[in-house]
């Protein structure tokens, strides 16, 4: 969960926007209240305006009911990607996700395991509803 008040998440990203020339910067969301995150998006949305790209890392925190509600409320704020919106190994809550999803933006899961062990190569899952590679 996002532990920066609003503020100090604001005046950060608009720093590395106007400061450091950032073109595109990644939020942490998660907040137990959803609507609080949302508030947040359209706080940092409007601090950089709509040429940046703005992403979000949930770090797994939703169940796939919540993903699909707010996912959808994220695109208001013209959200590029979402990472980690389920458990990083709910590999079923991801495509089911991918397909109930409107959002034309990729929702992304961490690195799983390609071996039952988990001792060798990793890949990236990356879901879009359109099911076209992520870039």
């Known amino acids: 969960m996002a532990e920066?008040?609003?503020?100090?998440?604001?005046?950060g990203c608009r720093?590395?926007?106007?400061?450091?020339?950032w073109r595109a910067i990644k939020v942490?969301?998660?907040?137990?209240?959803?609507?609080?995150?949302?508030?947040?998006?359209?706080?940092?949305?409007?601090?950089?305006?709509?040429t940046i790209r703005v992403m979000v890392d949930v770090n797994g925190m939703w169940d796939l009911p919540r993903a699909l509600q707010y996912?959808?409320?994220l695109a208001e704020h013209d959200i590029a990607w979402i990472e980690e919106p389920l458990w990083y190994d709910d590999v079923?809550?991801?495509?089911?996700?991918?397909?109930?999803?409107?959002l034309r933006s990729p929702w992304a899961n961490s690195f799983i395991p390609l071996t039952p062990s988990g001792s060798s190569?990793?890949?990236?899952?990356?879901?879009t509803p359109n099911r076209t590679p992520c870039a």
Do not use: F, N, W
């Not at 969301?29 to 949302?38: E, Q, S, V």
């Open 4 to 11: 920066y008040p609003e503020a100090e998440l604001v005046s």
């Open 15 to 21: 720093r590395a926007v106007e400061e450091q020339g």
């Open 28 to 50: 942490k969301i998660g907040h137990p209240d959803p609507l609080c995150d949302l508030e947040r998006l359209k706080a940092v949305r409007e601090a950089v305006g709509p």
């Open 71 to 73: 996912g959808r409320r």
């Open 92 to 102: 079923q809550g991801h495509a089911r996700l991918a397909e109930g999803s409107p």
């Open 121 to 127: 190569s990793t890949a990236m899952l990356c879901t």
